[in-house]
């Protein structure tokens, strides 16, 4: 099973603004976004992210949201609320027949996800765009990743997509 991280980041590495803002996102970044999830079997979210997604984005695959919170209430069908460790999850995620899994943040799950070194490739679409405040793209923890670049794709005359190999 191959696992993506993907995201749209500000050149200074913000994944959403001040109150969770992802107002400076591009048409382009959002249009990539959607191939990328009509493309994988399972998205895989935080809490955060899940509670400020609109319910319209839940219909196209398979959601899984990593809470430790009970009795969140369920914006469609196809999600499945874990408290499980990532291994465990992307091993019951394999069990299924899933064959591509995609991480869409937050930072926490970012970071938990690498540091236990479960991805495989990175997508990331850069916004020509700095933030001085936001959520960054890993919450603080303790690894080092190395990337081999496996290609750099202008998406429109200001958003490029940086796609990398994670080494292992």
């Not at 997508?123 to 960054?136: Q, S």
């Amino acid at each position: 099973m191959k696992t993506i991280l993907y995201m749209a980041i500000t050149a200074n590495g913000i994944i959403a603004g001040e109150k969770d803002n992802v107002s400076w996102i591009s048409q382009d970044a959002w249009k990539s976004y959607m191939e990328i999830v009509k493309s994988i079997d399972c998205m895989i979210i935080g809490r955060r992210t899940y509670e400020v997604m609109p319910e319209e984005e839940f219909k196209d695959c398979d959601y899984v949201v990593f809470t430790s919170q009970k009795n969140l209430k369920k914006k469609g069908p196809k999600i499945r609320f874990v408290s499980e460790k990532p291994k465990e999850v992307l091993k019951l995620l394999e069990k299924e027949g899933k064959k591509r899994v995609c991480i869409c943040g937050g930072a926490q799950i970012n970071s938990l996800f690498m540091k236990e070194n479960l991805i495989d490739e990175v997508f990331l679409d850069l916004e020509p765009v700095f933030l001085g405040k936001g959520v960054k793209l890993f919450a603080d923890s303790d690894f080092e990743t190395k990337l081999e670049l496996l290609e750099v794709k202008k998406m429109s005359d200001n958003l490029v997509q940086l796609h990398y190999k994670v080494l292992k």
